[in-house]
């Protein structure tokens, strides 16, 4: 039998749409495609962008920033030396790109110029910290992408 142009022309259209549909069935299936949105509620931060570019602008005024370091209890987020502990006030989030069920957050309660986040919290891969603090009314923003 002989194929002419148009049945040719249907063949091919029926291979791209079969082609089409296994990749999205494929993609809405697989859970290793499936991603959650950073937050639920992304327009409402999306109008508190211009305060945390604010932040994070006046965190580069200090002589130190934030660091982090890995250790064998965890996380160790350290503050700046030169700050009173005192009135050092805010929170910690760490955010897990991969799945929003790890996501969590800690209020900073500091004894020395060290939080640290246990180990029993995290798990292995990346994460997202945003620290979220002030010192004399004076607000301040850290944001790292951190390997654990």
Do not use: C
């Not at 039998?1 to 749409?17: H, S």
């Not at 580069?60 to 700050?83: H, R, V």
């Not at 640290?116 to 910290?129: E, T």
Request: zero cysteines.
């Amino acid at each position: 039998m002989k194929i002419n142009w148009g049945t040719g022309i249907v063949l091919a259209f029926i291979g791209f749409i079969s082609f089409i549909m296994y990749f999205i069935i494929t993609m809405t299936t697989n859970d290793k495609y499936d991603f959650d949105l950073v937050t639920e509620d992304y327009y409402g931060e999306e109008l508190k962008f211009q305060s945390d570019i604010d932040k994070e602008t006046h965190s580069k005024t200090l002589k130190t920033n934030i660091t982090w370091a890995k250790t064998e209890q965890g996380i160790t987020i350290n503050f700046p030396e030169d700050l009173d502990i005192e009135n050092i006030k805010g929170k910690v989030f760490l955010y897990r790109p991969s799945n929003k069920q790890f996501d969590f957050e800690i209020p900073v309660s500091l004894s020395n110029h060290t939080l640290l986040i246990p180990d029993k919290r995290l798990l292995g891969g990346r994460w997202n910290i945003k620290v979220d603090w002030s010192y004399n009314s004076e607000l301040y923003l850290y944001k790292s992408e951190i390997v654990y």
